[in-house]
């Protein structure tokens, strides 16, 4: 891959997030600005470590193509039994919800992370 959306369209499908719309919800952002990353237009830093943490890649990856793909703290782990109960009501939860629900939900997550490590 020697371009930086083709990295970015690898991570994707890698993650499991084939539809740019939902990379763009997850973001933030509008469908047509991850369609323009995807041709290698530009993109500011802020809005690559954004995409990196959404993806769980490596920035230098994104950015050059060296390195290992996953970022350091997105490489799967066994996961405890906190984190499977977790991961299993975010499972109903994806389920059971609403459009809005969910989207508040992950409005609420996303802004106590933003506290813990802002961009």
Known sequence: MRT?????VKAM??????????LAFAMGVNESTVTRWKNNRAMSVDHAVLLCRTLGISLDWLLTGCGD????DHRRQRPSNDDSSFLSCMRRAETALTDQSRALLVSFIDSVLAER???
């Open 13 to 22: 499908q890698l993650r499991g997030m084939t539809k740019q719309h939902a």
């Open 117 to 119: 490590c802002p961009l």
């Open 69 to 72: 793909m996953d970022a350091p």
């Open 4 to 8: 930086r959306g083709e990295r970015m």
